[in-house]
């Protein structure tokens, strides 16, 4: 410990033995002096929480390196750099120890919500509304089945295979039961399937992540109180759907208009990080997570000229200050899935089996829905993404906290077998969009989506006579038909 701080330390322990306390409990005090002396000692011992602080920026400095190459090497070959994060955090972790799993269990509250907040608006910031709005059935569709079909699978299998009980099984599976839209939304990006397909899997992903905060907040508190209410679930589910929607758009709209005076202000993407921050604030103190509330705080300024005719209000031209915001989502997503592997475990060889098997038995529930629910309209390549897209991570990564936090039986078994989900669901994520990348796209259009015909005849009189053009000018590959004459 620092010989300063112990020094002081000391002499307010001696002194406070010659003071007259009256009725105060001098035991007590001399107990919380002794135990502020131990914390402060354990923070800056060399066999200490945290590393000292030139190995610190060292790890930041690697973490920014792998970030960047990770993300070319992922442009190139479809393999995600989140599998690499999440390896160097082992490294640096639980293979180095340059960083205890106390630490990082302490600090991850606080930096998974700024990691939760940015993602989420970011993701709803590159969303296109329309296309939101055109898949929004399907999107839907994939959530709650997905999600309600993959908590019974692993409760059951938790129940049976660990011994755990209903509760503590069904909250293993809420915690990990959605995709994660922090992975799914870049994983998109770079994926040549078409726009709707897209917009379907990003707005899924937000969705689950949102559904598995909910319920498992609600079921920690029924853990604790020994009983769950379904009644409870549901005011829960519409109170959070309601702010988040109330929140997102209320102040959305009006800050889309704002900020668009603004103009390219200096400090105009500041502003509406501020916002976005007291937003989540609200949101928690109104009973909602604040991820529904950014991610539709997002949407609304990332659809502002769409917004604009809708609603019928002039807008001037502006730029997104899209650097600052990319450079801060690639640090906060970077450094995150790092944080995920320093809290890795190997305690238990069971876990890790248990872990990998329930993803594997995940992946298969997720292929049976992907094909009672996508229709012919989408081809066998958007299929094919559709079904290998089963990553968990960000909320499963911070929800597998809190048991160990509240004191819940079992706690230490969640980050240790919610670590391993993520990374083999990560791994199978990558194999299968290996996979999918050797279906040919629909010719002669680059995507996967298929869009049928307005007018048969028409199609076919085009087709006979070449006469429409098809426009590829979205990346994504929808099948626009133009009649030349036109």
């Known amino acids: 410990m620092n010989p300063i701080l112990l020094s002081i330390l000391n002499l307010l322990q001696g002194q406070t033995t010659q003071i007259p306390i009256g009725n105060f409990d001098t035991d007590l005090i001399f107990e919380k002096v002794a135990e502020l ?28 390196f792998l970030g960047v190459a990770g993300e070319a090497f992922f442009k190139k070959t479809g393999i995600p750099d989140v599998a690499f994060l999440m390896i160097l955090g082992v490294i640096l972790g639980p293979v180095l120890g340059l960083i205890q799993p106390e630490a990082v269990i302490q600090v991850v509250p606080y930096f998974a919500a700024l990691a939760l907040i940015i993602i989420m608006f970011d993701g709803g910031l590159n969303l296109d509304i329309k296309h939101v709005i055109k898949t ?3 999107s839907l569709t994939l959530a709650l089945v997905g999600f309600i079909l993959s908590v019974a699978i692993i409760a059951i299998a938790t129940h049976y295979a660990l011994g755990w ?30 726009e709707d397909t897209k917009s379907m899997l990003s707005f899924e992903s937000a969705l689950t992540d949102i559904l598995a905060t909910i319920v498992a907040f609600i079921l920690f508190e029924a853990i604790l109180a020994g009983q769950f209410d379904l009644q409870t679930l549901e005011e829960t589910l519409g109170r959070a759907v309601v702010v988040g929607l109330v929140l ?22 500041m502003l509406t990080l501020g916002i976005l921050f007291v937003l989540f604030f609200l949101a928690n103190s109104f009973g909602e997570s604040g991820a529904l509330t950014a991610l539709v705080f997002g949407l609304m300024l990332g659809n502002k000229k769409y917004l604009a005719r809708v609603l019928r209000f002039k807008l001037p031209k502006i730029e997104m200050d899209d650097p600052t915001h990319n450079q801060l989502t690639f640090l906060v997503r970077s450094f995150f899935f790092v944080f995920v592997g320093l809290m890795a475990s190997f305690g238990q060889i069971e876990y890790v089996v248990f872990g990998i098997l329930i993803t594997v038995a995940v992946f298969f529930g997720r292929g049976i829905i992907a094909k009672i629910t996508l ?3 989408f081809s066998k390549l ?13 909320a499963a990564a911070v929800l597998a ?3 160990i936090t509240m004191g819940l039986p079992n706690a230490e078994a969640y980050p240790q077998i919610i670590f391993f989900i993520i990374l083999s669901s990560v791994i199978i994520t990558t194999i299968g969009l290996g996979r999918a990348k050797n279906i040919p796209p629909p010719e002669p259009v680059k995507g996967g989506f298929v869009k049928p015909p307005e007018d048969s005849d028409d199609a076919t009189n085009n087709q006979t006579d070449n006469s429409e053009i098809i426009d590829e000018s979205n990346e994504g590959g929808f099948v626009k038909k133009v009649n030349s004459q036109e």
Do not use: C
């Not at 509760?167 to 992975?183: H, K, P, R, T, W």
């Not at 299929?383 to 990553?391: C, D, G």
């Open 136 to 138: 929004a059935h399907f």
């Open 382 to 394: 958007d299929k094919a993404v559709t079904n290998s897209m089963i990553p968990r991570g960000l």
């Open 375 to 377: 229709t012919k309209r």
């Open 37 to 64: 002396s131990n914390s402060v000692g354990s923070l800056t011992t060399p066999d200490g929480l945290i590393a000292p602080a030139h190995v610190i920026l060292l790890a930041a400095g690697i973490v920014i």
């Open 401 to 403: 906290t809190y048991p």
């Open 248 to 269: 997102g758009f209320g102040v959305g709209i009006p800050w889309m208009y704002v900020s668009t005076k603004l103009g390219n202000a200096q400090h105009g993407y």
């Open 165 to 194: 009980l209903w509760l503590e099984s069904i909250l293993l599976g809420a915690i990990v039961g959605g995709s994660s839209s922090a992975i799914v939304f870049g994983l998109v990006r770079n994926v040549k399937i078409s």
